[in-house]
């Protein structure tokens, strides 16, 4: 598909609409409740898993 065409699949009231920090830690959130629930993190790797997963959130939805 070409990048024109996945435009035109996204609601236009999605489209140029700025992503909040609210939304990136709730997303950021949401993933890393997933790796502690299927048991792939621990405390004592939280903290490294939350920064990582936050800046790759940010950096997709703000390049």
Partial sequence: MSSS???TDVPSKFQNKPVTDEAILKVT???VVKFIEA???SPANFE???INVHKTV???VRP
């Fill in 58 to 60: 940010h950096d997709t």
């Fill in 39 to 41: 048991g792939r993190l």
């Fill in 48 to 50: 490294e898993t939350f």
């Fill in 5 to 7: 065409q996945n435009q």
């Fill in 29 to 31: 959130k949401e993933i």
